[in-house]
């Protein structure tokens, strides 16, 4: 089948691929002076791309994932035990660095902190975030499941697919002009899990 074995090769490169979009962004925030240079200049300015490219084959992964587990439970449980060991050291060593620093105190600290390490501060309006794209990536995980058994029970895979990128959109009408816009600008991305 040609489907598959295109689907093997994008496979094989996936990480690659990953690392290149990682620092396609990592240029993107960089400020290099290379502006105006030629072919580099245009690339850093669209860099934000990079954050896509990085989901949607965070999704090809997880649509893998969702494929051979055998339980929800199991997906859960191999999604923590591989991320959880990279981020939890990165936040705690953050939020004990940031808060003092930043001077919070009282439920700016505990807000901060505890939406930190839930991945969930984004979305509740924590004062002050490691990253959004953490809180993109929880749900991100937890909705696969969901897409992921709408799209492999669908009779008409784009019809459904189509329709999950509405409900998306539609759950991100009330947050236009908010910067948690952002998180279900993205989500059509992760929709593509099931071809």
């Not at 850093?44 to 339980?71: E, P, R, T």
């Not at 539609?170 to 910067?179: F, S």
Request: charged letters at 10%; proline letters at 6%; hydrophobic letters at 55%.
């Amino acid at each position: 089948n040609q489907e598959a074995a295109m689907r093997n090769r994008l496979s094989t490169y996936r990480d690659p691929l990953k690392g290149i979009a990682i620092l396609w962004v990592c240029l993107f925030h960089a400020r290099l002076g290379l502006e105006n240079v030629p072919l580099i200049g245009p690339l850093q300015s669209i860099g934000y791309l990079g954050v896509d490219i990085f989901l949607l084959l965070s999704g090809m992964g997880l649509a893998h994932s969702l494929g051979k587990a055998s339980s929800l439970s199991q997906y859960l449980r191999r999604r923590a035990v591989r991320l959880l060991p990279a981020f939890l050291p990165v936040c705690v060593l953050w939020c004990l660095m940031m808060i003092p620093a930043l001077k919070l105190s009282g439920w700016s600290a505990v807000h901060t902190a505890l939406g930190n390490l839930t991945m969930v501060g984004y979305l509740t309006g924590a004062p002050y975030m490691l990253n959004w794209y953490l809180t993109l990536l929880l749900v991100t995980i937890l909705l696969s499941p969901v897409i992921y058994a709408l799209l492999s029970k669908a009779k008409k895979p784009y019809i459904a697919w189509f329709l999950l990128i509405i409900a998306a959109f539609a759950c991100a009408l009330p947050m236009v002009g908010r910067v948690q816009m952002m998180l279900f600008s993205r989500l059509p991305s992760a929709a593509q899990l099931k071809e």
